[in-house]
């Protein structure tokens, strides 16, 4: 299958912005002719300061990427912290996502995995690719396959994540498709009150992913990061998001054309 993307604002910071961006997506996706599924918090649960933007009202929230759905005709994800949660915001949205420091939480993947919906494994940045395995078994014994597995990086010191290329293809047996999440996996966690950010190296970290032969690629993208009320260290420009779907499409392409040259090797 040809490679897909989930892409927004880190979190819903208002309709104005939420509809900026997925309308732009929207016609990215039309453009270019891939699957994107527009991604957004509605609320965010685990933030580096007391201080910080959590988001708006809940249920206006999820109200605004519901109408993403219906205005703009893209499929939407949202994250859940608790298992109570799964049902409700599934009213809302096509996809669940499960934050990486969740990634092990039993009860919180089979409530997700219950409502039938996309579930979407965020892999811990304390994890292996293989204990990924078992994250993703939970999800499927509810009979749901529907099931995707996201590397965002691993602790590397205190205040650095890296991302070991090996990861995406350790993780592809196990049943799920494979994501790269080029906006956290280039996050530099709590330095001071917010988590910093080498947003200067996502396209090359994310063309390295798609040529190891990922299914996905996620990435979060604001009309000005800068004044984002969240991860505005690591968000995409806005402006710049075709022309990046637009090369590692052409990467992709050219990866699935050519085969792969490990078939001999296993």
């Known amino acids: 299958m040809p490679l897909f ?20 997506l929207a016609q990215i996706s039309q453009r270019l002719r891939v699957e994107l599924i527009f991604k957004a918090s509605y609320r965010k649960a685990n933030r580096t300061s007391l201080h910080s933007f959590v988001g708006i009202e809940k249920h206006r929230a999820l109200e605004i990427l519901a109408r993403v759905r219906e205005r703009f005709g893209l499929r939407v994800l949202t994250d859940i912290h608790e298992s109570w949660e799964a049902a409700e915001v ?21 409530a997700a995995g219950s409502t039938g919906k996309i579930v979407n494994i965020k892999k811990g940045q304390f994890a292996a690719p293989e204990d990924m395995a078992k994250a993703i078994e939970k999800v499927r014994s509810t009979g749901n396959d529907r099931v995707l597995v996201t590397e965002r990086g691993t602790t590397f010191g205190y205040h650095d994540l890296v991302v070991d290329m090996r990861s995406l293809v350790r993780m592809r047996p196990y049943g799920a498709r494979v994501v790269y999440d080029a906006t956290h996996s280039l ?34 993208t604001h009309p000005d990061p800068a004044t984002a009320l969240s991860d505005a260290a690591t968000q995409l420009p806005l402006a710049y998001a075709e022309r990046f779907v637009e090369q590692l499409v052409e990467i992709d392409t050219l990866v699935r054309e050519r085969g792969w040259v490990d078939d001999d090797l296993a």
Do not use: K, M, N
């Not at 993307?5 to 732009?24: L, M, N, Q, R, Y």
């Not at 420091?101 to 089979?110: A, H, I, M, P």
């Not at 798609?210 to 299914?215: E, L, N, Q, Y």
């Open 187 to 220: 996050q530099q966690p709590s330095l001071g009150d917010t988590s910093g950010g080498l947003r200067w190296l996502i396209p090359h970290i994310a063309r390295a992913a798609v040529a190891c032969g990922v299914d996905g690629v996620f990435f979060e």
């Open 5 to 24: 993307f989930i892409a927004g604002p880190c979190v819903v910071e208002s309709e104005e912005i939420t509809f900026t961006v997925a309308d732009h």
């Open 90 to 110: 599934a009213s809302y949205v096509d996809a669940l996502q499960i934050p990486a420091f969740l990634c092990r939480q039993t009860e919180l993947l089979l």
